[in-house]
């Protein structure tokens, strides 16, 4: 069965996302997409561009549809999955203040959503006039850079190339991985958000093997979320490895927003790949290491008060 991406847009109020969904519905790019959004109404789009709609799904003159979540994502899914052979993409849109981890959740417990459906990536839109205001006094606005994949640093023109740059510094604090495109008016080219396979560490790490080489970083910022990221040259016993995984997340998942990795199992000839979002994780067999590849473990963890040499010690016990 073919699987359609989806992506998660979150972002706070006022970072651009409603202009960002009002392109995607409405210019002529020759995709056919779903959004789903909360309220219709809030997206303002002209009616005369609707072309049909009945209950919750709104079918626009570019081909894209816009549905609402008026009641449980999972049951909008599956209503979608009856059109699946015809769309390119899925965005769901998060409420300004909401946590994405919910939504991203979806796609790893649920066994029908998964089959029809997979994580391509999790989109922060940041305003990069405000977000460093955002950055001091709202806990959420942190959490939603820590939880990206992919980040869109909207607003640029009202900004200075040095602001900019500034703003950048701090994103990057919290959030060593995610690349960041610059936009004005949330214009973006949508190859850059949709069906990028962002979530896919295998795939990431196969075009950049060195995308998980940072070494360990502390960073003293006020707002206490890092990345920190480990690796090890020697094989790992995968029970330990899961027993110890399991106990972080489940004395720190709440602090932890994402956690991913890529891992040299003893005896095994494929690369073992996970990726978590809290206390949820998703694990399984990647590509097959070849003859020229540097056969190390990689785990990132980015989250709130990370115990970096904590977390360190704990990795370098799962040796096999």
């Not at 060195?210 to 006020?222: I, N, V």
């Not at 956690?259 to 095994?268: D, P, Q, Y």
Request: glycine share 6%; net charge negative.
């Amino acid at each position: 069965m073919r699987q359609v991406p989806v992506t998660v847009l979150t972002g706070f109020l006022g970072s651009g996302k409603t202009t960002l969904l009002n392109r995607i519905l409405t210019e002529q790019h020759g995709k056919k997409y779903a959004v789903i959004i909360n309220e219709f109404d809030e997206l303002g789009i002209d009616d005369q561009l609707v072309v049909s709609a009945d209950e919750e799904v709104f079918e626009m003159n570019n081909g894209c549809i816009c549905c609402t979540v008026r009641g449980d994502l999972i049951r909008i899914l599956s209503n979608l999955s009856k059109r699946a052979d015809r769309l390119d993409g899925v965005l769901v849109e998060t409420t300004g203040l909401a946590d994405p981890a919910p939504v991203a959740q979806t796609f790893f417990v649920d066994e029908d959503v998964r089959a029809r459906h997979r994580l391509d990536a999790i989109v922060t839109l940041v305003d990069a006039k405000h977000v460093l205001e955002h950055l001091d006094d709202q806990d959420e606005a942190v959490e939603q850079i820590g939880f990206a994949d992919v980040i869109l640093l909207n607003k640029v023109d009202l900004v200075s190339p040095e602001e900019a740059d500034a703003v950048e510094a701090r994103i990057r604090a919290i959030n060593r991985f995610a690349p960041i495109h610059r936009t004005t008016n949330s214009a973006v080219d949508l190859g850059v958000l949709l069906n990028k396979g962002a979530f896919d560490l295998d795939r990431i790490v196969r075009d950049d093997p060195h995308f998980l080489d940072t070494g360990h970083h502390h960073h003293d910022h006020s707002d206490g979320v890092t990345s920190v990221s480990f690796s090890i040259d020697r094989p790992i016993d995968p029970q330990k490895f899961e027993s110890w995984i399991a106990m972080v997340l489940r004395l720190h998942g709440q602090d932890i927003f994402r956690s991913k990795g890529i891992l040299n199992v003893r005896g095994a000839s494929q690369r073992f790949v996970f990726q978590g979002v809290h206390m949820q994780i998703e694990t399984r067999w990647g590509t097959p290491w070849r003859p020229r590849d540097a056969r190390d473990s990689r785990i990132v963890f980015i989250g709130r008060d990370l115990n970096g040499d904590w977390l360190r010690d704990g990795f370098m016990n799962t040796l096999a």
